[in-house]
């Protein structure tokens, strides 16, 4: 485990990029650096608390399966919250979590959607078109009864996202994600993929009120950023690439600075040795 204030300490780089919202500006590269740093707990697993940065990138560690991402937003669309009406195939991860009714609480479209959850999406973006400079366009995600909902009929389903927050500042639009626990690998990607989505629809949405609105990174705000065992080799080969490169031009540093460093010692031993004497040479007299 690592907290957020060690992470600044470790990060060698950075940033002018300061707003209002997120003083020090740590970006996904700097998350990604960060764990670098972490050791593994009993379990082995990787755990940044509360980690906070601008999410300018896709991925923290690995490839996206944008085949997945498109899936996974047809089935949130949908609203559904039965894992059995998620585009096939169904990954094993919702098969683990879900009720032994196939049934789950993390259908995000549901969550901001739907009128059963108090239509948070609609809240959120009237709220700003009322009033600019709110501060309540706020889409709830987790609720009250979910230490109890999580475990209904065998269901291991606790709610990851607690909430996402839309801001109007300085004319640009901020997105704020509250999570709980965010896995850095698969997890991140997905929610990465989604909170675009709905960040682009809000953008367009109020676009209409306010027509000279910028768009702004999505900001992330996680409690626990974890790495499971299984995916720790993603990060031991980034370290490995890290140092890799940092090495090598090093390296190449050195040497240069001892050729240059070499000539002119090479100079002062030339100078330092007594010159020879002439030779004299004598011209042979020619007999007749």
């Not at 059995?84 to 683990?96: A, H, M, T």
């Not at 400079?133 to 009929?153: E, G, L, W």
């Not at 992330?220 to 299984?230: D, E, G, K, Q, T």
Request: net charge positive; proline share 4%.
């Amino acid at each position: 485990m690592i907290a957020l204030r060690m992470v600044l300490n470790l990060i060698n780089n950075k940033h002018k990029d300061y707003n209002m919202i997120l003083g020090t500006a740590l970006r996904v590269k700097d998350i990604r650096n960060a764990f670098i740093h972490v050791q593994p707990d009993a379990n082995g697993l990787l755990e940044v608390v509360n980690a906070n940065f601008i999410a300018d990138e896709d991925s923290i560690f690995g490839t996206v399966n944008h085949d997945w991402n498109a899936r996974e937003l047809q089935w949130y669309l949908s609203q559904s919250l039965s894992i059995n009406d998620i585009p096939e195939p169904i990954p094993q991860i919702w098969q683990d979590v879900a009720s032994i009714k196939g049934t789950i609480n993390s259908n995000y479209g549901w969550c901001i959607y739907s009128k059963d959850n108090g239509e948070q999406y609609n809240a959120a973006i009237n709220a700003l078109i009322e009033n600019a400079d709110s501060r309540q366009a706020v889409m709830i995600y987790n609720r009250p009864t979910m230490h109890a909902d999580s475990k209904k009929f065998g269901m291991k389903d606790f709610m990851c996202t607690n909430t996402a927050q839309l801001f109007i500042r300085d004319n640009r639009l901020f997105y704020l994600v509250y999570m709980r626990s965010n896995d850095a690998i698969y997890g991140y990607k997905g929610d990465y993929a989604w909170h675009t989505h709905v960040y682009r629809q809000a953008y367009a949405q109020l676009k209409a009120t306010y027509p000279d609105l910028q768009p702004r990174s999505m900001m992330w705000n996680v409690a626990s950023l974890h790495i499971y065992p299984r995916h720790a080799q993603l990060v031991a080969d980034y370290k490995a690439e890290v140092e890799a490169a940092a090495i090598t031009p090093s390296a190449k540093l050195d040497a240069i600075r001892a050729a240059k460093a070499a000539k002119p010692a090479k100079a002062e031993a030339a100078a330092d040795k007594p010159a020879k004497a002439p030779v004299k040479r004598t011209r042979k007299k020619k007999t007749l």
